[in-house]
C-alpha cells in the first residue's frame, strides 16, 4: 500500500509543470534510490517501522522551495491517497503530509509559520 502510494504520487509529481523540474533536478539519476527512501519514510511514519534515518531538512536545503510548491506538493499528495487508499487511511496519511510540509517550511525559514530571526 505505501510502495503504490509513494510510486504513483512521485509518478505525478515528476509530470507536475511546477514541482516536475525540482524534483528532476534534485533527484537526477538517483530516481528507484528516491522511490526507496520515501517508502522507507513513508513506512517510519505510518507503521513505525524506523526504516527511515534520513534528514529531511538537509535534503530540502536550497531547492528554491515556496510555500505555493508546498502546497501544490499537498493537493497532489492528497489527491493520490484519496484515490489509492481508505478514505481512513488516506486522512491519516494527509494528515501525516501536513504536518511535514509544516515542519519542513519552518525549518527552511519559508512560509507563514516560519521562524525568521532577527
Known amino acids: 500500500m505505501i510502495r503504490e502510494l509513494v510510486v504513483t504520487f512521485y509518478d505525478r509529481v515528476l509530470r507536475d509543470p511546477e514541482l ?3 524534483f528532476h533536478k534534485a533527484v537526477s539519476g538517483r530516481w528507484s534510490e ?3 527512501v520515501m ?3 513513508w513506512s517510519s511514519i505510518a507503521l513505525r517501522t524506523a ?3 534520513g534528514k529531511p ?3 530540502h536545503m536550497g531547492l528554491d522551495l515556496t510555500p505555493e510548491l508546498f502546497a501544490r506538493w499537498l493537493d497532489l499528495f492528497a489527491g493520490t491517497a484519496r484515490e489509492i487508499l481508505k478514505p481512513d487511511v488516506a486522512e491519516f496519511f494527509i494528515e501525516r ?3 511535514i510540509a ?3 517550511q519552518i525549518g527552511l525559514g ?9
Open 20 to 22: 516536475g523540474p525540482i
Open 57 to 59: 531538512q538537509a535534503a
Open 51 to 53: 526504516r527511515y534515518s
Open 110 to 118: 519559508i512560509g507563514p509559520k516560519a521562524l525568521r530571526l532577527p
Open 39 to 41: 517508502v522507507d519514510f
Open 102 to 104: 509544516e515542519s519542513l
Open 34 to 36: 528516491h522511490l526507496a
Open 97 to 99: 503530509a501536513r504536518r
